[in-house]
């Protein structure tokens, strides 16, 4: 098979964009002489990382304001007062913290932002208040957001190129500098950009270094507009890992140098991107600012009422070929993360296997009649080092083969082993992984990777042994409607599980309707495949192997059928949406 994978899907429209800062300060120059008053305010806000530097030195200078007010600095309480305030929701976890629910505003030093109203008062002509929440100081004249891909952020922290948020914390630990921003500044700055969303002039995209564009604030609606109506993808990245694998280099065009490729994170919408096309310039915005716009477009009605403005299905690949065993891990029952980080639903998840060599295992369940007291006290003594975990002698340890399916509600003891491409299909807060046991490993940063007894001997369910397992978890497949060319499969998830998962094997072509609900789907047998509108609301949306994508709840009705080298040919598509 010839793989087309695309990396760089986007959303074509016709609008205003402004790439590189020569461009971008003549259309605020313009925009400011089209404003006829004696004292000109303009924001510009910053999302959490982005480079105040960068911004100062080809925006802001380069306009020559009268005042300039740095909201970091001028407005919010001290860095120190901030710590201390915050210390509770950080923990003393490497990775785990209690989410933050205030909102940026509560974090203000009122008499410097009084300080701050007096300054702007005296002056004239061009005044820039600049930062992260800028706008909280004043109405602005014209208010530009500068936004910025969580994924990047991760990258910066791990760079050490950004502190978080009022921190000086440029070389700390990768994961704690993630631990701040997931619980805390990522939060509020999330709440303060959907109370301004409909404030905004332009949106900036910084997510290149020193590279940034600009679309005007109606491009930027009218982009979303479009893409909730149509089915689209986000941008997948990848990441290694030190159980990472060689499929993905292939598969999805790589660097072939690169030492592995562990995970693609191929819809994850609070992280992953969206490509906006305006004639030649691509703009790259957090496809999250989708999910707080159009709501109910997207998630439809029912889900939107269950998760809020939160996408509840998450797609990735786990990538082990010619690697090594993923961590054996549990994750948490819902009242335990509810209880004890502030999530209101939790991970539950599935293995779907894309691909898998002869030898391929999946670790699930327990072994019947383990000596619960010796399995925990071995993993006690693994962690301490010196002592070598039997993962065998208690988890059920089952062959796979292309195409099986294994359901992970939360609470089961699981991992898969090497020679195996996952798609993993789970709900999305993703981070809330108990290790067990990680094979005697150190992370690729030097550093043990995170294990967490305590919490994962909380939530194991000792009663899901081998018998359970097999008949509740293993290939539970039921064809439930069949036609011309096509049946329809049940592959899951587990009743425990939100998720309702629908494999379809066809050649010819399938009706699909979201009957208002959000659809991912992914290709997972075949060359190509083509989704189209019975009524021509949204051009034909072309698919290649292993890519996922998202159907709005909006868009109802739409088919799925082979395409370019697979007409004629059996393909197979796997599809997840929320049980209401």
Known sequence: MAYKYDKTPFIEVNGRAFEGYDNIVKEIRKRICEINKEQIILVLDFYPGINKDEMLLNIIKPLKASLEIFSDEEIFISDDELNRIIEPNMTDDRVFGIMNFNKIADYLDEQKVLAAQSKITKARDLIIIYGVGASLTVEPDIYIYADLA???I?????????????????????????????????????????????????VLDTNVRNSAKMIDAETFFKALETTVRRPF?????????????????????????ADNYAWCFCCVPEENS???????????????????????????EK???????????RFDFLDTMEGGNLSLQVHPLTEYIQENFGMHYTQDESYYMLDAKEDATVYLGFKPGIDRGAFEKDLLKAEKGGFEFN??????????KKHDHFLIPAGTIHCTGANTLVLEISSTPYIFTFKLWDWNRLGLDGKPRPV??????????????????????INCFETVAEGDGWIEERTGLHQREPI?????????????????????????????AVVESPDFSFDPFVVNYAETFIVPASVGKYTIAPYGDSVGNTIITIKAYIRC
């Open 150 to 152: 969580r994924w990047e």
């Open 154 to 202: 991760q990258r910066r922290y791990r760079k050490r190129e950004i502190p978080n948020w009022k921190s000086d914390n440029y070389s700390e630990d990768a994961l704690i500098k993630y631990k701040r921003g997931f619980f805390f500044e990522w939060r509020i700055a999330d709440r303060h950009k959907k109370a301004n969303y409909r404030k905004f002039d332009y």
């Open 233 to 257: 993808s986000v941008v997948p990245y990848f990441d290694p890992g030190v159980w990472g694998g060689q499929w993905m280099k292939e598969v999805c065009d790589l660097d072939r140098n």
């Open 274 to 300: 969206l490509l906006i096309k305006v004639e030649e310039t691509l703009i790259e915005i957090p496809s999250i600012n989708l999910v707080f716009l159009h709501p109910i477009e997207l998630l439809g």
């Open 303 to 313: 889900v939107h009422a269950r998760y809020g403005k939160e996408f509840p299905i």
């Open 391 to 400: 993962a065998k002698e208690y988890v059920n340890v089952f062959n796979c």
């Open 452 to 473: 967490h007894l305590e919490h994962g001997f909380k939530n194991l369910q000792y009663y899901r042994d081998t018998e359970w397992t097999k008949e509740n978890l």
């Open 500 to 528: 309702e998962t629908r494999r379809h094997i066809f050649s010819k072509t399938v009706e699909h309707n979201t009957n208002g609900i959000v659809n991912v789907i992914n290709l997972v047998e075949g060359c190509q």
